[in-house]
């Protein structure tokens, strides 16, 4: 009796997505032509920096169209390419036409500072000179990568734009990786849907901002954190560290927290499961890496404070300091450590749930308090339903993540003086937030 002629898993799977490849190629190859048409004329008709920018929209379309395919092809999940496509081009919207009317309510922004600082940079490097800029070295690294962009292709505030939108995108990505190491398939498909679509990380996420390449960093951290708590060393490790590096160099304090949550978890949670001869190595290596994070902590805090240490003091001089116009909280006075301590429940609000709808002061204020509200039901079904507890105790890829997301949320919440600027930064730790409450809702679907 002859074998039966019974089709392979992956012959059946390379048949299902060839067409979704071919479907790619062709996309990408009409984009590719769009673009070259737009870079051509659009230029001549429209001033640089929309014709530039719409160019740039073309070529970064048409790489996302390819790239996003390609990756949830490989990963097996033909919904991640849809959503990945979907929100980039949400991003674009913003990009190219909704940013107008948000930049009606912010007149003056760091948007305008990076612009200025940029357009010098690219007029100095055509030159053939470095340009110092007496800023932070925050803003001294997003000027410099403004200015190279504009060096190369024209001073393009639209460009800078889809160039974060593209971005932004890409960092969803690595949250879905990050993500993919410990939450079952539906609760992950949840997180990585809200993670993607959220109102406030699309807009934030496709500016002309340091903040589409911090959350780009985050979700690399948050990867490389993942796979760290997991079996090996090398590839986690140089994921952190240059996730690490990046915002080292657009937000020191944010690199600081992530030093300090990454080296306790990973020794003290990570499942020893090597030789009993070859836990010299993990000590040692354990070892380099407090002694490196420690320098990274140290040069953190010059970077952010200068030569001074800091202080309760310094806290409250930062935090009352940010506290200006309509969207100021109150000023605070924290006299000791304790005051300071104290202050962190009340702050985390602030930055995690504000402001709420009967606090909008203008029409970005409307709509974060909408997506606040939506938070806030989020998380108290999530809590309610008692999965988070249950789950969190298997899940110890999580753990870093949640404790780096806290350390984030308490420092803001000591130095956040103003609700339009914590808006913009929660981005930073919503993504956390947001694969918690799925989490947490999955015992809410119905079983089977």
Same mark, same amino acid.
């Given at each position: 009796?002859?074998?039966?002629?019974?089709?392979?898993?992956?012959?059946?799977?390379?048949?299902?997505?060839?067409?979704?490849?071919?479907?790619?190629?062709?996309?990408?190859?009409?984009?590719?032509?769009?673009?070259?048409?737009?870079?051509?004329?659009?230029?001549?008709?429209?001033?640089?920096?929309?014709?530039?920018?719409?160019?740039?929209?073309?070529?970064?379309?048409?790489?996302?169209?390819?790239?996003?395919?390609?990756?949830?092809?490989?990963?097996?999940?033909?919904?991640?390419?849809?959503?990945?496509?979907?929100?980039?081009?949400?991003?674009?919207?913003?990009?190219?036409?909704?940013?107008?009317?948000?930049?009606?309510?912010?007149?003056?922004?760091?948007?305008?500072?990076?612009?200025?600082?940029?357009?010098?940079?690219?007029?100095?490097?055509?030159?053939?000179?470095?340009?110092?800029?007496?800023?932070?070295?925050?803003?001294?690294?997003?000027?410099?990568?403004?200015?190279?962009?504009?060096?190369?292709?024209?001073?393009?505030?639209?460009?800078?734009?889809?160039?974060?939108?593209?971005?932004?995108?890409?960092?969803?990505?690595?949250?879905?990786?990050?993500?993919?190491?410990?939450?079952?398939?539906?609760?992950?498909?949840? +997180? &990585?849907?809200?993670?993607? $679509?959220? %109102? !406030?990380?699309? @807009?934030?996420?496709? #500016?002309?901002? =340091?903040?589409?390449?911090?959350?780009?960093?985050?979700?690399?951290?948050?990867?490389?954190?993942?796979?760290?708590?997991?079996?090996?060393?090398?590839?986690?490790?140089?994921?952190?560290?240059?996730?690490?590096?990046?915002?080292?160099?657009?937000?020191?304090?944010?690199? +600081? &927290?992530?030093?300090?949550? $990454?080296? %306790? !978890?990973?020794? @003290?949670?990570?499942? #020893?499961?090597? =030789?009993?001869?070859?836990?010299?190595?993990?000590?040692?290596?354990?070892?380099?890496?407090?002694?490196?994070?420690?320098?990274?902590?140290?040069?953190?805090?010059?970077?952010?404070?200068?030569?001074?240490?800091?202080?309760?003091?310094?806290?409250?001089?930062?935090?009352? +300091?940010?506290?200006?116009?309509?969207?100021?909280?109150?000023?605070?006075?924290?006299?000791?450590?304790?005051?300071?301590?104290?202050?962190?429940?009340?702050?985390?609000?602030?930055?995690?749930?504000?402001?709420?709808?009967?606090?909008?002061?203008?029409?970005?204020?409307?709509?974060?308090?909408?997506?606040?509200?939506?938070?806030?039901?989020?998380?108290?079904?999530?809590?309610?339903?008692?999965?988070?507890?249950?789950?969190?105790?298997?899940?110890?890829?999580?753990?870093?993540?949640?404790?780096?997301?806290?350390?984030?949320?308490?420092?803001?919440?000591?130095?956040?003086?103003?609700?339009?600027?914590?808006?913009?930064?929660?981005?930073?730790?919503?993504?956390?937030?947001?694969?918690?409450?799925?989490?947490?809702?999955?015992?809410?679907?119905?079983?089977?």
């Amino acid at each position: 009796m002859g074998a039966l002629d019974v089709p392979s898993l992956e012959g059946e799977m390379a048949r299902t997505s060839a067409p979704l490849k071919n479907r790619a190629r062709r996309l990408a190859l009409g984009m590719a032509l769009a673009a070259a048409l737009i870079a051509g004329l659009l230029p001549s008709y429209l001033d640089s920096d929309v014709g530039v920018g719409l160019a740039g929209a073309s070529v970064l379309a048409c790489l996302a169209l390819f790239s996003f395919q390609q990756w949830a092809n490989r990963e097996g999940t033909v919904w991640l390419g849809k959503l990945l496509i979907i929100s980039f081009a949400l991003r674009l919207t913003i990009a190219l036409v909704g940013s107008d009317l948000l930049y009606s309510y912010y007149p003056v922004n760091d948007s305008n500072l990076y612009d200025f600082y940029g357009r010098e940079i690219a007029a100095h490097l055509k030159e053939g000179q470095i340009m110092n800029v007496p800023a932070s070295i925050g803003v001294i690294a997003y000027s410099y990568l403004t200015g190279f962009v504009y060096a190369l292709f024209g001073p393009s505030w639209t460009l800078m734009q889809v160039l974060n939108s593209f971005i932004g995108t890409v960092g969803v990505f690595f949250f879905f990786k990050a993500f993919q190491t410990f939450l079952p398939p539906g609760v992950l498909k949840t +997180a &990585v849907y809200l993670t993607a $679509l959220m %109102p !406030s990380i699309l @807009l934030w996420t496709s #500016l002309h901002l =340091r903040d589409p390449w911090i959350f780009l960093m985050i979700g690399l951290l948050a990867y490389g954190m993942a796979l760290a708590m997991q079996r090996g060393w090398m590839k986690p490790w140089l994921m952190c560290a240059t996730a690490i590096g990046g915002l080292m160099l657009l937000r020191p304090y944010v690199a +600081a &927290v992530a030093v300090a949550s $990454l080296i %306790p !978890s990973v020794t @003290l949670f990570k499942p #020893l499961r090597i =030789r009993p001869s070859a836990f010299g190595v993990r000590l040692t290596l354990c070892v380099i890496a407090i002694t490196l994070g420690l320098y990274v902590l140290t040069k953190a805090q010059q970077l952010v404070l200068g030569t001074e240490p800091i202080s309760y003091e310094i806290l409250t001089n930062i935090r009352n +300091a940010a506290a200006v116009e309509g969207s100021a909280l109150p000023p605070v006075a924290f006299r000791s450590w304790t005051d300071a301590i104290a202050h962190i429940p009340l702050g985390s609000i602030n930055f995690l749930f504000r402001p709420l709808p009967w606090e909008a002061y203008n029409l970005p204020a409307v709509v974060a308090s909408a997506e606040n509200s939506f938070l806030v039901v989020l998380v108290l079904m999530a809590l309610i339903s008692g999965r988070w507890w249950q789950s969190l105790r298997t899940m110890r890829s999580f753990w870093p993540m949640l404790i780096f997301a806290a350390g984030v949320t308490a420092v803001y919440a000591l130095i956040g003086g103003n609700l339009g600027t914590l808006m913009r930064v929660k981005i930073q730790v919503l993504p956390f937030l947001l694969a918690f409450a799925a989490l947490g809702l999955a015992r809410l679907r119905p079983s089977g």
